[in-house]
C-alpha cells in the first residue's frame, strides 16, 4: 500500500495543488520557524510551504519512497523523512496534512494530538477528500463487492477513514485552540473523458482495490469500473466530463 506511483498520482498535479493552495491561505499570520509537512507525497505541497516561508525550518514526511524520491528531486534544499505521518511526534508552529487524514486510522484523534504538541499559537492545517458518497467512490466499492472480486476486496473499503461531521471536528478540537476554521468546499474539475476521470482515482482512491488484484483482476476490475463510470458521469455538450469532488477542510490554532 505504500508503493505510490508519482506519475499517475502526479498526472493531475494542478487540480490537485488546488485545495492544498486554498488550505494555505487560510492560515493565520504568525511566526513559523518549524513547519511539518505531513504526507508530503511528490512535494507540490512542500514548493507552496517553502515559498511562503522561505526561512523556515521545514520537513517533508511520506511513507513511500517512490514519493519521498520525487519530492527530493524536486526540493533538494528540503529535508525530506521516511514515516508513518500518523505517528508523526514533535514540537511545530505549522502542522500541513494535504489529503491525508482520510487515510489515517483514529484520525481526530490524531487530530487532537497533534494540536495539543504545538507550540502556543501553532498551527494544525488539514484538507480531506469527503467523496465517499459519490459515484467515483460508490462504484469502487460496489464493484469490488461483486464476483469474482469479493474474497479478495473484501477489507478494501477499510483502507480509507470515514470523514465525520463538520460539528466532530469542532467538538474534537475546539477545547485546546483559541481559532477554528472549518469548512468543506465542492469542486468541479473538467476532464477530458470518462476515462481521465478513472485515471485521477486510480492514482490514489483505487489503490486499496487494485492493490490485492492480479494482473488480469486489476484489467477485469478497471473495464467494469470504466464502464460504470461512463454511465455515471455523461459527456457534456463540450465533449468532456465534470467530476464534483467534495473536500473538507481545518485550521486550528492552540490556545
Known amino acids: 500500500m505504500n508503493n505510490w506511483n508519482p506519475l499517475a498520482y502526479g498526472r493531475f498535479d ?19 520557524r518549524r513547519i511539518v509537512d505531513l504526507g508530503c507525497g511528490a512535494g507540490l505541497s512542500t514548493q507552496a510551504l517553502a515559498d511562503r516561508y522561505p526561512d523556515s525550518d521545514l520537513v ?9 524520491a520525487a519530492a527530493r528531486a524536486r526540493l533538494p534544499g528540503v529535508r525530506f523523512l521516511e514515516g508513518d505521518a ?20 483514529d484520525h481526530i484523534g490524531v487530530m487532537t494530538r497533534m494540536l495539543c504538541d504545538l507550540e502556543p499559537g501553532g498551527c494544525l492545517a488539514a484538507q480531506m477528500p469527503d467523496n ?43 477545547p485546546f485552540c483559541d481559532l477554528m476554521d472549518i469548512w468543506r468546499t465542492v469542486y468541479l474539475h473538467r476532464l477530458e473523458s470518462p ?13 486499496p482495490y487494485l492493490g490485492p488484484l492480479d494482473a488480469d483482476e486489476r484489467e477485469e476490475y478497471l473495464s467494469r469500473y470504466l464502464e460504470a463510470i ?4 455523461p459527456r457534456q455538450a463540450w465533449g468532456g466530463v465534470l467530476m464534483p469532488f467534495p473536500r473538507l477542510f481545518v485550521v486550528v490554532r492552540r490556545a
Open 14 to 32: 494542478a487540480e490537485r495543488n488546488r485545495p492544498s493552495i486554498d488550505l494555505l491561505a487560510r492560515i493565520p499570520q504568525g511566526p513559523r
Open 60 to 68: 517533508g514526511v511520506d511513507t513511500s519512497t517512490q514519493m519521498l
Open 86 to 105: 500518523a505517528n508523526w511526534k514533535g514540537r511545530a508552529d505549522l502542522v500541513f496534512a494535504n489529503a491525508l487524514f482520510h487515510w489515517v486510522p
Open 132 to 174: 465517499e458518497a459519490e459515484p467515483t467512490h460508490v462504484l469502487m466499492r460496489k464493484i469490488g463487492a461483486a464476483l469474482p472480486f469479493r474474497a479478495k476486496l473484501a477489507g478494501a473499503s477499510a483502507a480509507r477513514e470515514k470523514i465525520g461531521a463538520l460539528g466532530d471536528y469542532d467538538a474534537a478540537l475546539s
Open 195 to 207: 476515462a481521465a476521470i478513472v485515471a485521477w482515482v486510480e492514482g490514489a482512491g483505487l489503490r
Open 230 to 233: 461512463t454511465a455515471a458521469y
